[in-house]
């Protein structure tokens, strides 16, 4: 399995204090150690997907469940996937397009599947322009237990639909916003896969 690179040195530490407690002969924290780092392989795993292929398909760009589905007046469609501590937290770009801004915002740290998360906590903004002009926005929300985002895009990139680029540290939250007159296949409660399941068409 496929680590993410920012989880090595978490799981490295780890596995050192448990090799460490074990020559020592301090077995309970040996194999608390070794349990942690466990977990944080569990947590750092990256696999591979496959996004389906198709004209102005969206993909999701989280795991997780879909905790809000709303109409966003010009920004079209917010579809808010909540993140848990046990998904997978490497994110994707839910489109073949190009980086138009990449915008980092401090703030607080609201649980993520609050509404008021969207609106006040941490967060990393990502506009996105399709081939054809269409644009989209991903939002990279922290929560009570995330306190760092990271984002490996800035303003020029060119990313393919399910392609890497960034993952939030545990529990968190990602906003896509899809333009007006898009198709919609998904629905509010939903659990989806990012880079592979398919969240709506462009118009």
Not at 80 to 86: A, D, E, K, R, V
Not at 119 to 133: A, F, H
Not at 143 to 170: E, H, N, T, W
Request: glycine share 10%; net charge positive; with cysteine.
């Amino acid at each position: 399995m496929r680590i993410a690179k920012e989880g090595y040195p978490l799981i490295i530490a780890a596995a050192s204090v448990g090799l460490v407690a074990f020559f020592l002969g301090w077995q309970p924290i040996a194999v608390l150690a070794a349990a942690i780092a466990l977990v944080l392989g569990g947590f750092f795993r990256d696999p591979e997907r496959r996004p389906p292929r198709g004209e102005g398909l969206v993909v999701a760009p989280a795991d997780g469940r879909i905790v809000a589905l709303r109409n966003a007046g010009e920004m079209g469609t917010q579809v808010s996937i909540f993140l848990s501590p046990l998904d997978v937290h490497v994110n994707r770009s839910p489109i073949d397009g190009a980086v138009e801004q990449a915008r980092y915002e401090r703030g607080k740290f609201h649980a993520a599947f609050r509404d008021k998360a969207s609106q006040y906590n941490e967060r990393n903004t990502i506009d996105l322009v399709s081939p054809r002009g269409k644009r989209l926005r991903v939002v990279q929300i922290a929560g009570v237990l995330a306190r760092r985002i990271v984002c490996y895009v800035k303003p020029g990139d060119s990313l393919q639909a399910g392609q890497r680029f960034g993952l939030i540290m545990f529990g968190s939250r990602v906003d896509l916003f899809i333009p007006v007159g898009a198709e919609i296949r998904v629905s509010e409660g939903q659990r989806v896969r990012a880079g592979e399941t398919i969240v709506g068409r462009l118009p």
